[in-house]
C-alpha cells in the first residue's frame, strides 16, 4: 500500500518527517531510480526507495531496546573523527536501529534505539513532555548549587522548567543527586549544573517517563517490554 514518502522515509531511516522532507526537496531520495518530489508516494514493500543512493530496507520486525551507554561512545551511527558509536553496541540486531535522543560521548547510561520512526518522534516530540532522570555525581557546594538549579534558568535564550532536584548523598566534598528535567537541550544537565556553580564528575542517566535502566550491565542492551513501549508511545 502506498504511503506518503515522507512517512515511509521516517520509519525506515529513523528520522523526523520535516527531516525526511528536507532531504527530498534536496533531491537525495529516489524512488525506482527517478528523483523524488514532495507530495509523492511509495509501497515500502515494493518499491525500491534510496537515500542517497543506499538502498532502505524492506519493513521488518520492530526493535524497540534499552542500551546501556558506556562513556566513550557517540550517540550516531557513524563518526567521521573514527570514534566508537553506539552502533557497535548493537551490531548483533538483524535490522539498523537508531538512537532516541542523545547522550554525549562523556555521559552514561539508558539509550533507546528503535527502527520505528514515528515511535522516535512520539518519544522526542517536546509536546509529550517525557521526564528524564540523570544522577549526577558533582563536586562544589551542593546547597547554593540546588538551590540555584531550582531558580528561573535560560539556555539557548529559552527559559527552562525548574528541575525536580532529590540528593542521593553527600560526603561534603562530593555530591550525588538525581536531577529530572522535561527538555532534551543539548548537554543540558551540564551546563544548568556549570550555572549552578558545581563540577560534574559523571552523568548517568537512570529513567525516561516510567522505563528506568535498573540493572542492565554497561555496553549491554535489551528489549523493551509492551509495558515500557506502550508507556512510552503515550
Partial sequence: MEERLQKVLAARAGISRRAAEKLIGEGLVTVNGAVAGIGDKADPYRDQIRLRGELLSTPGKKYYIMLN??????????????????RELVADIPERVYPVGRLDINSEGLLLMTNDGDFANRVMHPSFEKEKTYRVLVTGDAERGIRRLQ???????????????????????????????????????RRMCQMA???????????????????????????????EIESLSR
Fill in 151 to 189: 531558580e528561573p534558568m535560560e539556555l539557548d535564550g529559552a527559559p527552562l522548567a525548574a528541575p525536580a532536584v532529590r540528593l542521593v548523598r553527600s560526603d561534603g566534598a562530593v555530591t550525588t543527586m538525581d536531577i529530572t528535567i522535561h527538555e532534551g537541550k543539548n548537554r543540558q544537565i
Fill in 69 to 86: 551507554k558506556p562513556v566513550g561512545y557517540v550517540t550516531t551511527m557513524s563518526d567521521e573523527k573514527g570514534r566508537k558509536t553506539v
Fill in 197 to 227: 556553580d558545581l563540577t560534574v564528575k559523571r552523568l548517568t542517566r537512570i529513567s525516561i517517563g516510567t522505563v528506568s535502566l535498573g540493572r542492565l550491565q554497561k555496553g549491554a542492551w535489551r528489549h523493551l517490554t509492551p509495558a
